[in-house]
């Protein structure tokens, strides 16, 4: 495989370390908030609900984020293949952490 | 090339007024209460027709007497390359979002019984359309306006006038605009009204190039007052220079003072509504709630197969295809957020009182496991289809890292659309189950 054939733009580097980023936060927001009230009250009060207020959080991080991400040298540095590796990680540490979670506690 | 820009006069309020129809009203929803419209709408004359759809449209009631409003559009245009028109209405069709819509409603005369009701509605357009491929017009514009209505028993009429003001918008200019109301309800299901509409010549880079006049019929038809309502308008030019305008979109309501009125808790008011619908013998009942909770399963099997079909056309990218694989891209990100807006929608106004039903069955886990897990894990669905279209913009011929990259993002799309519809499944099953043994 070729330099080029490794690489991939800005964005999409930027935006998809952040998506993993993101869904890492989302799960590990969801079992801390089922946690501990406060932060549950919080989220209720910000957004009238606390699933509204996690979710307008994700897509604020994602954006928000992968912006930032952009404008640093950092993504350069990213290669696809691990990038694909992160986010089905990140799917999978989720999917896998979100059922243990419920299922028991 | 010159293009004609997308600038439909599309105005929106409360159920009562505004959609369908281009004239507006000063009445904005009640405080804390929410209106959702999903629309298609139109707007042509000889040298351009402009359509948007799907659009989404949301209304909250933030503070008594004012709303936030916003408009996320998709935007199609289709110029009609006439030479007599030229340089204006040339060039291809073209498709994607259309410039964003923000705006506040605010109502500083209340209405009384000798006098209207007066408010103004500033819309601020975002330009998030391709003002190149003639979907926006590529800066920020705005619409001042100032509107007044009374009612009289089942009369409305409502109506006024505003100026729209572009800034660094060559090919666009400043134009006024004014439309008059008048309808009327017929019995409780139906709704009909009719205006006249009047705006300026637009602009060169606009359909609109000269002055005109409309006539526009329209109204609602109401499945449910005042939750679930259609909405239809139709218009063509009466003077100057000759238009069509048309409309359909459906409509939602909801707040706390919908709850108070139908039924002291989420899904009583449905309830209430169903078993008076059986008593007069209509057989197939189709609630708001129900037509959410299909919509969303409907939009997120969508968002699924879009992201195949992204899939199966990213193992072979080429030149020929790349386009449809960004178009597919698109379609995901776009199908999965309106199944999280519906079942967002449902799940906070409608699912408390299934979930109650559900922990009393014998299936508590379709709550406790599943709908948990499901509400929390499409959230990285969502994210996923959001980040396809960014990832299908890189360059799928040249870097086989972004192809496979396009492809693993597919794939956990389709993988947990699958899952995250299964768990559906189980829910539905869940409350089914706790019905059939009488635990309701």
Redesign the interface.
Known sequence: MTADAGRLNRATAAFGAAAAMVILFNTVLACVKDAYAPLLRFMNSIAGHNWTTQGLADLVLFFGLGLVLMRTGWTDKIHGQSLASWLAAAVVLAGVGLAAWYLLF | MSRSGLLLCLWSAAAWAGPPFQTDDPEPIDFRHFEFYTFASSDGTPVETDAEGPALELNWGALPNVHLHIIVPAAVIFPSNDPRFAPSGAGPPAYGIGDIEMGIKLRFVQETKHRPMIGTFTMFELPTGNAARGLGVGSTWYKVPLWIQKSFGPWTTYGGAGETVFRNAPGYRNFPFAGWLVQRDLGKKVTLGTEAFYHGPEGPATPQTRPATLIDVGGYYKFRDPGFQLLFCYGHTAVGQKENYAYLGLYWTWGKEGDQRQGSGPGQGDAAIRSAERDRGIVMNVTASDAILLGHAAFGILGTLAALYVFAEALNARAENVARIRRGALAAAISMCVA?VLG?IW??RFYPAEKALILKGPWPMAH??FM??K???F??T???A??LP??A???LI?????R??VL??AV?VI??GL?IEGAGAVIDHGAKVALLRGHS
């Open positions: 999280c967002g799940y906070l406790n496991l948990e897990t509400e929390h894990l959230f990285a969502l994210i996923l959001l980040y960014i990832a913009a890189d360059d040249g870097s086989v890292a972004a496979r990259l693993t993002v956990l993988c947990t899952a």
